[in-house]
């Protein structure tokens, strides 16, 4: 069963979110104000810390990594953090549910 997870937070007047599906294959998006700026994809569960880094489209632009990690061993369930100008910001898991079968669908 695959799960999703959504990280999200505002910032400066923009919208930042960190979406995650997990099963056979791991996908990870990066968007900013709704547009994708990182993506990435790994075989199975995804090997954790994960970072994927962006920009805040300001003038100047504001560079940033999320990274997503397990707050301890064992643990299935992810967290994540914002870095942006030298400080560490949680990102809270909006939506933690498994997503249905594709013959439920």
Do not use: W
Not at 26 to 47: A, M, S
Not at 72 to 98: F, K
Request: aromatic letters at 4%; proline letters at 10%.
């Amino acid at each position: 069963m695959r799960r999703r997870h959504s990280f999200h937070r505002d910032l400066y007047g923009h919208s930042i979110t960190v979406n995650v599906r997990s099963g056979l294959l791991t996908e990870t998006e990066l968007l900013v104000n709704g547009k994708e700026v990182g993506f990435l994809r790994e075989r199975g569960t995804g090997h954790l810390p994960r970072r994927l880094t962006g920009e805040l489209p300001d003038f100047p632009a504001r560079p940033f990594t999320v990274r997503l990690d397990r707050p301890a061993p064992g643990l299935r369930l992810p967290t994540c953090t914002l870095e942006l100008e030298g400080r560490n910001l949680p990102m809270p898991d909006q939506v933690a549910r498994p997503e249905p079968s594709a013959a439920a669908r």
